[in-house]
């Protein structure tokens, strides 16, 4: 059966809505919000498996909006009456600015509140009533504590990002939250994976709700030219370096496993004359912040990064992605390279992978139930091949002369019958 494409007109939304999606150039619904807008617009409440870069946050921030304006009842002060968690403050921000950016034709106020911040300008919006309101957890029941935010008049709840929420430890604080809701209520939950936990919060917190599942991992990653590198670890940098030095890599975001590894890595980049900024939970809100708008702005090509700091990031045009460390938990490595190829648009993810992490790397291919090619190093650019790269194709040198990998990988991994190498 073949499904008609809707426009975003078919989907009953209204005009200032049309107006604002014109405004962002986008052509045509993606399948979640083809989905899931119509039947939020009915009420409903809605299970979406979808990931980052499928567009879900317009398919549930577009019909809020017209429903809260459809409404037209001003918010009270401190009630607000759309509320969306979020498990960082990064997506917490990214949520509202895209409240702000399809509500622009409409008067609707949204706010962000989130921890690691005063709360004093967080605390003033929210006496002076806010329409929708997207928060982390903890600053939420801090703020509910003291009678700051009262969740009576919520009409329209949106937990995102569920399963990372449930990883981060917030399950207690998300039950706190939803038993402060009132029980008329709409609920929509999001989340990229379906683990146990999740569809039971769905379970105890949705009603006859409409389930939508689009771009499974597996699908999503098509658009994504995957390949890895295998390296050495001590010539991760120069490989690095070299990458970085090619025209093509116009936005680059570089995964490190570890805080401290990531400031490492920008200052050895910088060794090299790379400029590249870090991005993790060590820096201050404000620095953090910084970082992100260089990003965006483009006057920084290259931000280095942890995982839990990335999150949420939505930029656009992220040209490449690079994991210069192998993630711990395969998972993050789908959430990795969702970040380039977002809204149809295509990107590369690089994945370095030395001896150590061989493990790692089966663990990935295994979830993700596809093999990632192997470049060969001929493809990387000549400051790379002759910097201390552990793997010349055939053979395979090191950095003191010596053989790295005496096949694709080692003997345990599984992996030896791929012969690219
Ligand atoms: P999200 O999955 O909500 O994080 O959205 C990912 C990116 O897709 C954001 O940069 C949006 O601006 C963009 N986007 C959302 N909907 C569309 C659309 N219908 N057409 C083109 N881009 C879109």
């Given amino acids: 059966m073949t499904i008609p494409t809707l426009s975003f007109f078919d989907l009953g939304l209204m005009d200032p809505l049309l107006r604002a999606v014109r405004t962002e150039n986008y052509v045509q619904p993606t399948p979640i919000q083809q989905q899931a807008i119509p039947r939020l617009l009915e009420g409903r409440d809605l299970m979406g498996c979808a990931q980052t870069g499928s567009g879900k946050t317009a398919a549930f ?14 918010a009270r002060p401190r ?14 921000l990214q949520i509202c600015d895209s409240f702000k950016v399809y509500g622009r034709n409409l008067r609707l ?23 929708i309101l997207v928060a982390t957890p903890g600053r939420l029941l801090d703020l509910m504590g003291q009678g700051y935010v009262r969740l009576e008049e919520v009409k329209v709840f949106v937990l995102d990002e569920a399963d990372r929420m449930l990883d981060m430890g917030f399950i207690v604080d998300v039950r706190k939250i939803i038993r402060a809701l009132p029980a008329k209520r709409q609920t929509l939950l999001f989340s990229a994976t379906m683990p ?29 030219d995957e390949s890895v590198v295998f390296v050495e670890r001590a010539a991760k940098p120069s490989t690095l370096s070299g990458l970085l030095n090619r025209p093509e890599m116009s936005r680059a975001l570089i995964f490190t496993r570890t805080k401290h590894g990531a400031d490492r890595l920008v200052r050895t980049l910088g060794l090299n004359q790379i400029k590249a900024s870090a991005l993790h939970g060590n820096k201050s ?42 993630p711990d938990e395969p998972e993050a490595y789908v959430h990795r390279i969702g970040r380039t190829a977002r809204a149809g648009a295509s990107g590369t993810a690089i994945s370095f992978c030395s001896w150590e992490e061989m493990d790692k790397l089966r663990n990935i ?10 470049v060969d190093s001929q493809l990387l650019p000549a400051t790379a091949a ?24 080692p003997r345990r991994s599984g992996l030896r019958r791929r012969t690219a190498w």
């Fill in 386 to 409: 002759s910097s201390p790269l552990a793997i010349a194709a055939g053979k395979p040198v090191g950095q003191h002369g010596r053989k790295v990998f005496s096949s694709r990988g």
């Fill in 196 to 224: 146990r936990e999740v569809t039971s919060l769905a379970e105890s917190m949705l009603t006859d709700a409409v389930n939508v599942a689009v771009t499974p991992v597996a699908s999503n990653a098509l658009r994504i």
């Fill in 285 to 326: 809100q404000n620095e953090r912040e910084r970082t992100l708008e260089g990003f965006r702005s483009g006057r920084v090509r290259f931000l280095v990064a942890t995982d839990l700091a990335a999150r949420g990031i939505d930029v656009d045009a992220i040209s490449h992605i690079i994991n210069f460390d192998l």
């Fill in 61 to 74: 921030a577009l019909p809020i909006l017209q429903t809260l304006a459809a409404q037209a009842q001003p």
């Fill in 109 to 131: 106020s949204c706010t962000a509140v989130y921890g690691g911040v005063g709360q004093d300008l967080q605390v003033r919006d929210l006496k002076r009533g806010v329409d």
């Fill in 365 to 374: 291919e295994r979830l993700i139930k596809r093999r990632v090619p192997v």
């Fill in 79 to 92: 009630m607000p009456h759309a509320l969306v968690l979020a498990p960082t403050r990064e997506l917490a």
